[in-house]
């Protein structure tokens, strides 16, 4: 881990309140495990934003976040040419596939960017299911469609897609076909029912967790999610032991 | 020349800058940043005689030039902590300072026995962490119970006993002068101050323990003027802190009357933070035309 300064080649948005941003990155770009993320300096804020890896290619390193509050709103200003400071690679990534048995990747709305790196850089084939709340929401489908075998869109409107949760499609495809695993990250209530899903179809499943954050590198303390350790129930740092968790170890609020 | 070279409590720190208690853990995450020698010395993560789990999250909150934590003092214990973090952190050649935090007379007292007995340079008496039910700031605030507690810890304290004030006080100065008479070696101030952020949207705080302890540049200007109250009442060695984020707020702190100063919030957008403020001392202490940096301390000329 280190901080490197950055200079911005490309930025755009792509969908409703969400962009891309692509640095030119080069120490963290090499360093980059599908999975891991970067902690951004926003400007004078006092607290930087973690941000998930989407792509790590070169000296490249791509970036695609939604505009939450100030920090991510002063984020999505910045023009080519300008610089950012990030401290990267931070965290425990996905696991890499031991077999070259499938994978499935369930990806809910701003939690679909960390899953596509494990697609280009793991040797093990991919299906993807990603959900959105509806079509002005929809990010990565081409990225995705690239790279997977088989690729299921999901929009809760169906206003893009088959309408209804990724769970639907889980079911099914799980049912279909023998995954080794299945690497998800969305909104907590979707990856509580994607782990649940997994566990009563016997497939191990890997969730991306995320917290509020302050330090990013496992000293303060503050992103901690409640999860079980050889039986007893610990807080756990999503900056430093995540944020990819065993789902079967996660302690659902 | 060492401008910075700071002798506190008979403890030599080769410059006035602490790494703060519950910002910077017991160290080793920074070491890809760099070497801890570069500090003047780390106060570890505030650490209890049993382990402790914390407070559920959401434990931090941004403000307005600051921020608000709750993390309640989660930490894994005074013995994992001297078995496993006290070996390699004297390793790291910088001064060590164990955060030491109860919810009882007695288990300070267990708890201090345990830490000072240990291979560390201080003990930092945590009385006012806002965060926990039990104890923490519910000793710190009063002048019999800060009495009552740090004269208990002193007589199993062999190392020096510096205690740490909260600023969650009507007046400041008669909690460090009790705390002075009960035997403290050192006091530093300030702890957090108690707050609040409200999501508008869903009528939630942000922290789920609903309150937490606002630290940053925006609690600067209290920090200051609590060193310079206490400072005109007591002669004890003073680590002063709150919201140093640049070597100036240093300056602030070191001319109201602190002779070392601790950083924390600061280290979270700019590990490198610590560093710079050394830098930016040293150069000054030498524009100033002094051979160290104590003659600078309480030289503030008020009106």
């Known amino acids: 881990m280190r901080q490197e300064n950055a200079r911005i080649l490309s930025h755009e948005g792509i969908a409703q309140e969400t962009y891309r941003l692509v640095l030119h990155c080069p120490q963290i770009a090499h360093a980059a495990q599908p999975g891991q993320f970067v902690h951004v300096l926003c400007g004078t804020k006092p607290l930087r934003r973690p941000i998930s890896i989407c792509r790590a290619e070169g000296d490249a390193l791509t970036l695609v976040y939604g505009v939450r509050g100030e920090g991510t709103a002063w984020l999505s200003e910045r023009v080519p040419g300008e610089e950012l400071n990030l401290l990267g690679a931070l965290g425990q990534g996905f696991p890499a596939p031991a077999s070259d048995a499938p994978i499935l990747l369930v990806g809910g709305g701003i939690g679909t960017p960390p899953l596509l790196d494990c697609a280009h850089r793991f040797a093990a084939p991919f299906d993807a299911i990603l959900g959105f709340r509806s079509a002005t929401q929809v990010i990565l489908e081409d990225e995705y469609r690239a790279v997977c075998g088989a690729v299921a869109v999901c929009t809760e409107d169906g206003s893009h897609g088959t309408k209804g949760f990724v769970t639907a499609p889980m079911q099914e495809w799980l049912a279909q076909k023998k995954y080794a695993a299945v690497y998800a990250c969305g909104p907590t209530p979707m990856l509580q029912a994607v782990a649940g899903l997994a566990k009563e179809l016997g497939v191990p499943c890997f969730v991306s967790l995320e917290e509020r954050m302050a330090c990013g590198v496992g000293a303060c303390l503050t992103c901690v999610v409640k999860i079980r350790v050889s039986g007893a129930e610990d807080y756990l740092r999503v900056c430093k032991n995540g944020p990819v968790f065993h789902a079967e170890e996660v302690v659902w609020a | ?303």
């Open chain 2, 1 to 303: 020349m060492n401008f910075l070279e700071t002798v506190f409590c008979g403890v030599t720190l080769k410059n006035p800058v602490v790494a703060a208690s519950g910002a910077y853990g017991f160290g080793r995450d920074y070491t890809d940043f760099y070497a801890l020698e570069a500090l003047g010395g780390i106060s570890c993560k505030g650490t209890t005689f049993a382990p402790r789990l914390g407070n559920p999250p959401p434990r931090i909150a941004e403000t307005a030039a600051g921020i608000l934590n709750s993390v309640g003092l989660q930490n894994p214990g005074a013995a994992h902590f001297i078995e496993y973090d006290l070996p390699w952190l004297r390793a790291q050649n910088t001064v060590i300072i164990a955060n030491a935090a109860g919810s009882s007379v007695e288990d300070y007292v267990e708890n201090v026995a345990l830490l000072a007995a240990a291979d560390v340079d201080m003990i930092e008496l945590n009385i006012s962490c806002p965060n926990v039910k039990e104890g923490g700031v519910a000793f710190g605030t009063s002048c019999a119970s800060v009495e009552k507690i740090v004269s208990a810890v002193k007589k199993v304290c062999p190392k020096p006993l510096m205690v740490k004030l909260s600023p969650n006080v009507t007046n400041i100065v008669p909690i460090a002068q009790a705390a002075e008479a009960a035997g403290a070696d050192a006091l530093s101030l300030i702890n957090t101050l108690t707050g609040m952020k409200i999501d508008v949207a869903h009528r939630r705080p942000i922290l789920h323990n609903n309150t937490g302890g606002l630290s940053g540049a925006a609690v600067l200007p209290i920090a200051v003027r609590m060193v310079w109250e206490v400072r005109r009442a007591t002669q004890l060695p003073i680590m002063g802190m709150g919201g140093v984020t640049q070597w100036q707020n240093a300056a602030e702190l070191i001319l109201a009357g602190a002779n070392a100063i601790q950083m924390g919030t600061a280290i979270f957008a700019d590990p490198y933070a610590p560093l710079k403020v050394i830098y930016g001392l040293a150069e000054w202490v030498e524009r100033e035309g002094c051979n160290n940096i104590s003659e600078l301390s309480g030289q503030v000329r008020p009106w």
